[in-house]
């Protein structure tokens, strides 16, 4: 009875899964996201900034440079100086983020 369960169950999850990634709006050709950090991508930038501030996501504890994509866009953080972002302990974030 066991067994009979968790292979419905596998099958309905395999299932579910076969579908929702049908249904998705991306086109075949592009690469599938790769997850929270392409949804905070494409928010909209929070408004300041600018030349010489970093925008530092207080989340994650790193500081995003002018023209990152992740620049402004974070759900939480705040602009700053990148001197006051590196005294406050904030690591700068890797490369292509």
């Known amino acids: 009875m066991n067994t009979k ?10 299932a579910t899964l076969c579908v929702v990634q049908a249904q998705s709006p991306r086109s075949a050709g592009s690469p599938p996201p790769s997850g929270r950090m392409t949804e905070e991508a494409i928010n909209a930038q929070a408004p300041g ?15 995003h440079r002018e023209g990152s994509p992740f620049y402004g866009t974070t759900r939480k ?7 006051d972002a590196m005294q406050a302990g904030y690591k700068r974030a890797p490369k292509g983020s």
Not at 5 to 14: C, D, P
């Open 5 to 14: 369960f968790l292979a419905l169950i596998s099958t309905i999850g395999l």
């Open 49 to 63: 900034g600018g030349h010489g501030q970093v925008w530092v996501n207080t989340e994650a504890g790193v500081y």
């Open 77 to 83: 953080g705040k602009y700053m100086t990148e001197q």
